[in-house]
C-alpha cells in the first residue's frame, strides 16, 4: 500500500472520530491533520475540503457493508434480487441472518461511528439529517416492503400490508441498536429479544402451511 493512500486512510479514520464524538460542523480542518499528525495544507493534498472526506467515509461505510451482506450471498439494497433467498429460508436461519446483520450494524467500526454522526447532526445539518432518514429508516423499510409484498405475492406470507409488515419487522431492531448504543451491556439481552422476535412475527405472518 503506497503512502499516499495510507494518508488518505488516516484522515479518513480519524475525521470519522472526530466527527463522531464532536459533530461534523464542530471540527476544522485543523483539528483532523493535526489526529493525523500532519499540517491542514497537506491535508488539501488528499481532500479538497471536509465534505469530501465524508464523502470518502460514506464510501468506507457502504463498502464494508455491501462486503457484510455479499459474504451472506445477499444484495442487500437491491430487495428484487435477494427475494428468492428469503422464499427458502427456514427460521433458524432468519434468526442466524437477523443476528448477524444487528452484530453487524452494532459493532462495525465505521457504521456505528456514523451512525453516531448523524445522530448527533439531526437536527443541526439538514443534509445529514436527511442522510439518517434514509439509511435507517426510509431505505430499509422499502427494501423490506418489497421482500415482504413478494412474500405475499407467493402465498408464503399473510395477505397483508406488506408496508406494515415491514414496519412491524424492522422498528424493533431499530430500536434495540438504538438501545445498545446508549447502553452497550444490554447487548446480550437485546440479542435474546430480538430472537423472540423473529419467531413471533414468523408466526403472526407466516402461513401455517409454508413453516
Keep these: ?9 488516516k484522515i479518513r479514520d480519524q475525521a470519522l472520530n472526530l466527527f463522531s464524538t464532536k459533530g461534523f460542523e464542530s471540527v476544522s480542518v485543523a483539528e483532523i491533520a493535526s489526529a ?5 495544507p497537506s491535508l488539501y493534498k488528499h481532500y479538497a475540503s471536509k465534505q469530501k472526506i465524508l464523502e470518502a467515509i460514506v464510501e468506507e461505510m457502504n463498502n464494508r ?21 428469503f422464499l ?8 442466524e441472518m437477523g443476528k448477524g446483520m444487528f452484530l453487524f450494524f452494532l459493532h462495525d467500526e465505521y457504521t456505528k461511528q456514523f451512525r453516531k454522526l448523524l445522530t448527533i447532526e439531526q437536527f443541526h ?3 445529514l439529517g436527511e442522510m439518517l432518514k434514509q439509511q435507517y429508516m426510509i431505505e430499509p423499510l422499502l427494501y423490506q416492503e418489497v421482500i415482504f409484498g413478494q412474500l405475499v405475492h407467493t402465498q408464503f ?4 400490508d406488506s408496508q406494515i409488515t415491514a414496519l412491524h ?3 424493533p431492531l431499530r430500536l434495540l441498536i438504538e438501545l445498545c448504543d446508549v447502553e452497550p451491556t444490554k447487548e446480550a439481552e437485546a440479542l435474546v429479544m430480538l ?15 409454508k413453516c
Design 65 to 85: 457493508y455491501h462486503q457484510y451482506v455479499s459474504s451472506m450471498q445477499m444484495d442487500g439494497s437491491h430487495a428484487s434480487k435477494d427475494v428468492p433467498l
Design 195 to 209: 430472537e423472540r422476535h423473529i419467531r413471533q412475527f414468523n408466526q403472526l405472518y407466516r402461513l401455517e402451511s
Design 125 to 127: 445539518n439538514p443534509e
Design 1 to 9: 500500500m503506497n503512502e499516499e493512500l495510507t494518508t488518505k486512510q
Design 157 to 160: 406470507f399473510k395477505s397483508l
Design 169 to 171: 419487522f424492522y422498528a
Design 88 to 95: 427458502n429460508i427456514d427460521e433458524e436461519r432468519l434468526i
Design 36 to 40: 493525523v499528525g500532519i499540517k491542514a
